[in-house]
């Protein structure tokens, strides 16, 4: 999928943890890069986009010290942190020219990604898929451009050409699409996954901390699927949280998934959906041009 997302023009990625064992990832990201390289060398008028790595930052990733060192191996172009800001980790991507998007939910986490080193920012509003928060993306940019004029994306129920468009009317520079992607033929997503995000909408969307210890963003049908009531889940604990480990792997059927859902019809090919996106863009634009 992040092949074909960076062969169609967009920044493709995917979460370091989802190679596994964690051997995986060093194979990953070489036939990523090769194919790419190859790509490019095939294609020098239409050039792939670069593609990015998410790292979960948190201490209870005991991978994460590996990850970080494949993608130093790797040069990998854009690395992607979240629940945590480390500044060696931001210097180790630097070293070798790659950049930092740190995913925030507020403001004040903002500041502290920016003053350990981050090189830009993803706000993750209200809406988004996995990992959430609870701020309007009208304010939560708004305030963040008060005082940062660097690499801006926004997170939250983005899912059409129309959405992208207005992301950027509100200060971003980009739009940060999850949910869509997932249903893509590419994807290695299951089946049953992708198809549950197609047949859902905005109000099939729980949010809950149950599985990670952080509250997000997850499809009901998955977790009814699980024996649970996405009505009545108790609370979870971050502290008790080992990412990549067995604790966490008990809710690898508990599927992600943004309120954007609804602009899902069916599960089509990575460039089909970037296609449509680009289209629905255009034509948004060209109606306020007027």
């Given at each position: 999928m992040v092949i074909e997302q960076c062969k169609a023009g967009v920044i493709g990625s995917f979460p370091?943890?989802?190679?596994?064992?964690?051997?995986?990832?060093?194979?990953?990201?070489?036939?990523?890069?090769?194919?790419?390289?190859?790509?490019?060398?095939?294609?020098?008028?239409?050039?792939?986009?670069?593609?990015?790595?998410?790292?979960?930052?948190?201490?209870?990733?005991?991978?994460?010290?590996?990850?970080?060192?494949?993608?130093?191996?790797?040069?990998?172009?854009?690395?992607?942190?979240?629940?945590?800001?480390?500044?060696?980790?931001?210097d180790a991507i630097h070293s070798y020219g790659g950049i930092t998007l740190h995913d925030i939910i507020n403001n004040r986490f903002a500041h502290k990604a920016i003053e350990k080193g981050a090189d830009g920012l993803i706000a993750v509003a209200t809406g988004a898929g996995g990992h959430a928060g609870t701020l309007s993306p009208l304010a939560l940019i708004q305030e963040i451009r008060e005082w940062f004029d660097g690499p801006l994306l926004l997170s939250g129920s983005i899912a059409t050409g129309q959405a992208v468009l207005a992301a950027q009317a509100m200060g971003a520079d980009m739009g940060y699409i999850g949910s869509a992607f997932i249903a893509t033929q590419e994807a290695r997503a299951a089946d049953t996954y992708k198809q549950m995000i197609a047949d859902s909408s905005a109000e099939d969307i729980v949010y809950s901390n149950l599985f990670t210890g952080v509250h997000g963003n997850y499809l009901k049908g998955s977790v009814r699927a699980a024996g649970m009531d996405?009505?009545?889940?108790?609370?979870?604990?971050?502290?008790?949280?080992?990412?990549?480990?067995?604790?966490?792997?008990?809710?690898?059927?508990?599927?992600?998934?943004?309120?954007?859902?609804?602009?899902?019809?069916?599960?089509?090919?990575?460039?089909?959906?970037?296609?449509?996106?680009?289209?629905?863009?255009?034509?948004?634009?060209?109606?306020?041009?007027?």
């Open positions: 370091a943890l989802n190679a596994r064992p964690e051997s995986q990832l060093d194979e990953w990201l070489a036939e990523i890069t090769e194919t790419l390289s190859a790509h490019n060398r095939a294609n020098p008028d239409r050039p792939a986009a670069p593609f990015a790595v998410n790292q979960i930052v948190h201490r209870s990733n005991d991978r994460l010290e590996h990850d970080v060192e494949m993608c130093v191996k790797h040069k990998v172009p854009i690395v992607i942190t979240s629940l945590g800001a480390r500044p060696e980790l931001n996405p009505d009545d889940l108790p609370e979870g604990d971050l502290k008790t949280m080992d990412f990549g480990t067995e604790k966490t792997k008990a809710w690898k059927d508990i599927w992600g998934s943004g309120q954007g859902v609804g602009a899902v019809k069916e599960v089509v090919p990575v460039a089909e959906l970037v296609a449509r996106l680009i289209c629905e863009y255009d034509a948004a634009k060209a109606k306020l041009v007027g």
